[in-house]
């Protein structure tokens, strides 16, 4: 037996095995140990035994081969073989993905918790995710679901169709593509979206941007808003710590930022590795630059997890400093992440100073924005506020 064939039984059999021991489990996994409060999970189905649907944004090759398009891997993958995100496969020439219908993680969530600052704040966003991603981040919160194969962790069976109804169901505003990474289920968070919208949802991808230009552009046109994780300012940090490259990333949110789609950052600030003042000085000029002062950027803390238990939290005086320079280089909206109930969580008029949105972790207060205007000296606010 080739290795090749080898392979393809042993996953076989494996899928086989996780089917009989988790299909009949009910619930889907939590995305994170303690959630906020907020609507229970809808009632759903068990995901019954895998059926592929094919997968788009490939080429075929010779012998039965093809190559990913979809993200800037270009992965070539061999007859019975997956890409680098594991849930995407060659089966005679024919890509197909192994996660449409198969979410591993649904959980309806305030929007702050992706998070958006300035859209709609103190709504709620049903939020889901599938298994895999095309990175491999050393730090990762989610790994338990974004590093594993789609027959390693228990999933669900829900249809475009049934997220749509599940939001309306949980009074959510929006749908959120979210906890692992969406691009690797592209094909799936494209249907619900379209599903979304024709109940007047909203849709909103949470995602690190390591994706080809021409299918984000075609994407975009049914979101409402996105939040990128920007790792860092360094094709060092990208490689090393990420498995992956910062140009393409760069170039999605020019991508996102010229088509118009409501866009949001978060950089986590983990300590020695990419929180030098040069390298925060540099982002900074450089979203100043290509996408403008008014793109909201979280700088968040960092908490050892995964393979990085080694560094200590970031400490909140690095936050202040980040944030600092980034007001300095001209950045209207810059926030801190993950410290409840610091002052930097609110959202300030960059004109007159007031407190327009005050936030204390998932606590919400609108104080002076109307209309997507600062009541004190009638700025306008750019955001998507209803």
């Not at 993958?77 to 649904?106: A, M, W």
Request: aromatic fraction near 8%; hydrophobic fraction near 35%.
């Amino acid at each position: 037996m080739q290795r090749r064939d080898f392979l393809r039984t042993v996953a076989g059999g494996a899928c086989i095995l996780a089917a009989g021991d988790l299909a009949g489990t009910a619930g889907p996994l939590p995305a994170q140990a303690n959630p906020p409060p907020g609507p229970a999970p809808a009632t759903v189905r068990p995901a019954p035994a895998q059926t592929p649907h094919q997968a788009m944004y490939y080429r075929r090759l010779d012998h039965q081969e093809i190559e990913c398009v979809l993200c800037p891997r270009k992965c070539r993958v061999g007859n019975q073989e997956r890409g680098y995100c594991g849930v995407r496969e060659n089966q005679e020439g024919v890509y197909y993905t192994l996660v449409y219908n198969r979410p591993c993680s649904s959980h309806t969530d305030p929007v702050e918790k992706k998070p958006f600052y300035h859209f709609h704040p103190g709504s709620l966003a049903y939020s889901l995710a599938t298994a895999g991603c095309n990175m491999n981040c050393k730090y990762c919160q989610n790994w338990e679901t974004s590093q594993v194969r789609p027959e390693q962790v228990r999933s669900l069976f829900l249809t475009p169709q049934d997220c749509a109804s599940h939001a309306g169901q949980d009074q959510a505003l929006s749908i959120a593509y979210t906890y692992t990474e969406p691009v690797v289920f592209i094909e799936y968070m494209r249907d619900i979206a379209a599903a979304a919208k024709k109940r007047n949802l909203k849709n909103l991808m949470v995602s690190a941007g390591f994706v080809e230009p021409d299918p984000l552009e075609e994407l975009l046109p049914l979101l409402d808003g996105v939040k990128i994780d920007l790792k860092a300012f360094s094709e060092d940090y990208y490689r090393d710590i990420c498995r992956g490259r910062l140009a393409p990333v760069l170039k999605a949110l020019q991508v996102i930022r010229r088509r118009g789609t409501w866009l949001e950052i978060v950089y986590l600030v983990l300590p020695t590795l990419n929180d030098s003042p040069g390298e925060i000085r540099s982002l900074c000029r450089w979203l100043l630059t290509e996408l403008g002062p008014d793109v909201p950027i979280h700088f968040s803390r960092f908490k050892p997890i995964y393979l990085m238990k080694n560094l200590p939290p970031t400490p909140v005086e690095t936050l202040e400093r980040t944030r600092e320079i980034a007001l300095s280089e001209g950045l209207h909206f810059v926030y801190v992440g993950n410290v409840p109930g610091h002052p930097g969580e609110s959202t300030y008029c960059p004109g007159c100073g007031h407190r327009l949105v005050h936030r204390t972790g998932y606590n919400v207060r609108v104080e002076a924005l109307q209309d997507g205007h600062c009541t004190h000296c009638r700025r306008a606010i750019p955001g998507v506020w209803g």
